[in-house]
């Protein structure tokens, strides 16, 4: 490989966008593929962008009384069946240890695809009294669901992510936690990975196997698809009383609790990828970035050059900066293309010139634009560039995405807009069947509801219209 | 339960160690068992410690130039077979996933129970010049060993873990990593577990599956056990060329590099309680606790004195301490021996009387000592007193470690040794059949070799001794 074509080997954004997003995950190293059929290796660069989204995360869970802890990996298979929609959900998608220590297992063993079941049985049996309601317990956990199709980071048989799980003793608190958790998880999205969603109730059809009610952020892709980024459910009492987890209320009574549960999953990372890159590679918002800014002296064998830069380094890292100094031997135009390439947010560069004028250049990755700023408070500079760059990749976000929501009346309407790569709003009567038509008709499929909207009639059928629906295609 | 009784359902620790051992684990709620025999659910007091040590470890890795990764659970059975002694130690013990998705899998899968086969796979993959070199890189994960007999962190079919893997053009560089490793550990461990480690080379049958050398540190528990506490390995080229792990060198020609591993895991919470622990329960060390103090307002009701706690709980989580009011309605007395059961180092009694003469009781766990401190500056006497515990913690564990070394010159010798309680030192031939004999004769293991120390003969076979071993019965 050439070492100053590289750039070029990513395929062309606008002509195909999967090749563009294939070619970016592997040749910034974020990811490769594991030696099973859909498994992916998750390399040091994808997996800083993971530890600082568990760091952002782990506060916020903190900050809302949740502690982490861990559940086995194995759950038998019975636990399961013990709810109905719950095993016709995940029954399928199941990987089975069926050998271990040399013998056949008596009973068959699932590889955890999500965590209620198993986490319902310890509750049932840690619960006691109305006294410990509420539980707050997270759990940061790999997670396998064997996929057909699968895609670095999208889709894969094994992922990691996080799971929260709580139990109240009504279903109010319940319902409360799971709009709060919802919340959680947008200010998140928006504030740290500069992702505008949006956030709504799902259909019956699209809703966890198992809960009352799921509730999901969807964010824009560059190409006008969806990703589903994070999902909250209200369980009711479904998985209470299928795992007996019941408590001795102030009454004297015995009931069942209320729990829900809320994950969000490795796929975030293509969220990223898909929402904010473009043809020279990762945008990546500051807050997740493992480096947020790379030094890169010119004319580095001049006197004082390196000096002046090892001496930069040390300042923004005291300041807490997540800085890199790249003093390899490639040359300046080869550093440029690789650190954009890799979506470090800010890349300072400087040389004898810049040194003797007293000052630095430094590029923006996400507006291309190239300033000088005075070395004397550099840090700060670099700082407050830091919290524009952040706050500017949201903007741009959510004007290229409002500006690719359509509304539609009909079938066709719809399949215009998703083919030109939009969300489309549409009036829906609730059923299933027009649901359905949709996805033939279009291969899109709902999203989310649009909270507070209303239309007169289904874009469907005709009827009276429930609900608006946001339609996507969707990764 | 009655409540302020609770603390004598432990069993007695000099006539029950074991029972001891189990009743302090789940009552202190670290862990609980989970529905699959062998494995166990880490509770968030238990997680809680577990977070600690990976930051603690995380900081020393990333000075030593290791990134985090993460690779897949599942390896297929087939890479096992490609190192012969690892597939002879590692097999017996795997479990494996022969369907998923609905089918039967062309070729069944092992979950993980080490991960140098699916990393060796990938670095051969990656690895392509010498400039490449060092690789190091670290994973967090769960580990599936299916054993027959299991106690919580001790032995469990699934634990979680470190592994570290790293890859030299030479086997000097290896061989200096993996000792630089084991000293990493070493003062990891004192440091902050106030563990006082012994660590040395292993035999060879006491050595990784796989390996040219292993490294252990051992840490004895109070009834004078072992407890193996990390490992480090030094793979030669074994697994390079069962994996092809090759790089062009200098010269021009190819070459397989050198590699080494090591680890750490869950066990090591299991080493803390045995090491410390005492009739009241835990024993925890600051660094690794996850309360550090907690504040026991005395008279509660009494005018000013939770508004005093709860301003002391603010000043002393501004000086960085994790610090819990314990504000429930308990009694005191009650309160006592709960934090005294769970370990917490520090326990601040704060009544009116104690306002009034500007004092506060603290409570040392480790020496059970209560001493007044003047509330002014109380913060900077807790952060002392923090320091004091640690550094005690680990002088008062050597003492009673010193006081359990013997030295021993024949088999009967051996015997009375561990059956004291001891660790032994005896004189070793070298030879398999000699360790043997200590196994069946004195239940005994051989621990690591005593570093520096030398023998006249073989405390077995009565031949010249080629080293010096600790024997000691291990967990």
Not at 385 to 395: T, Y
């Amino acid at each position: 490989m050439a070492k100053e074509s590289f750039v070029e080997q990513i395929a062309d954004i606008e002509k195909d966008f999967p090749q563009w997003y294939t070619d970016v995950v592997i040749k910034t190293k974020l990811v490769d593929y594991g030696p099973v059929k859909g498994t992916m290796v998750i390399r040091p660069y994808g997996y800083a962008i993971w530890e600082n989204i568990q760091t952002e995360l782990n506060k916020r869970f903190k900050q809302n009384g949740y502690e982490n802890a861990y559940f086995p990996l194995l759950i038998p298979m019975s636990f399961f069946t013990k709810e109905a929609e719950h095993v016709e959900g995940f029954a399928p998608e199941v990987a089975v240890v069926t050998h271990a220590g040399g013998e056949e297992l008596t009973e068959p063993l699932a590889i955890r695809p999500t965590s209620e079941t198993i986490i319902g049985n310890m509750y049932s049996k840690w619960l006691q009294s109305y006294r410990e309601l509420p539980i707050r317990i997270n759990q940061w956990a790999n997670i396998m669901r064997w996929e057909k199709t699968t895609r670095p980071f999208l889709r894969t048989s094994e992922f990691l992510w996080h799971e929260g799980h709580s139990a109240f003793a009504t279903a109010e608190e319940a319902e409360e936690e799971t709009a709060k958790m919802l919340d959680l998880y947008k200010e998140f999205a928006e504030n740290c990975l500069a992702l505008p969603v949006i956030c709504g109730r799902k259909t019956e059809k699209e809703k966890f196997a198992g809960a009352v009610a799921t509730y999901g952020m969807e964010a824009m892709m560059k190409d006008g698809k969806s990703l589903q980024s994070g999902t909250t459910h209200f369980l009711g009492r479904n998985f209470a009383k299928a795992f007996e987890i019941q408590f001795l209320d102030k009454d004297g009574s015995h009931k069942f609790a209320y729990t829900m549960s809320f994950g969000l999953s490795t796929r975030l990372i293509g969220a990223l990828i898909m929402a904010h890159g473009d043809q020279r590679g990762l945008v990546l918002p500051p807050v997740v970035a493992p480096v947020q800014v790379v030094i890169v002296p010119i004319a580095a064998k001049k006197g004082g050059v390196l000096e002046k830069c090892a001496e930069l380094k040390e300042k923004l890292e005291k300041a807490g900066v997540r800085v890199k100094l790249d003093d390899s031997d490639n040359s300046p135009g080869w550093k440029f293309n690789e650190w954009e390439m890799k979506g470090v947010p800010l890349r300072i560069e400087l040389g004898p010139r810049d040194i003797e004028e007293g000052n630095a250049l430094i590029f923006r990755r996400d507006t291309l634009e190239k300033t000088a700023y005075s070395l004397v408070g550099l840090e700060n500079s670099v700082s407050d560039l830091l919290k524009s760059v952040q706050s500017d990749m949201l903007e741009a976000a959510r004007v290229r995405r409002d500006n690719r929501i359509v509304y539609a009346t009909d079938l066709d309407g719809i399949l215009k807009g998703v083919d030109g790569g939009n969300f489309v709003k549409a009036g829906w009567c609730g059923c299933r069947e027009c649901e359905d038509k949709v996805k033939a008709y279009a291969q899109a499929t709902s999203r989310v509801f649009a909270e507070g909207e209303s239309a007169e009639s289904c874009a469907i059928c005709g009827k009276k219209a429930e609900r608006v629906i946001i339609f996507a295609r969707a990764y």
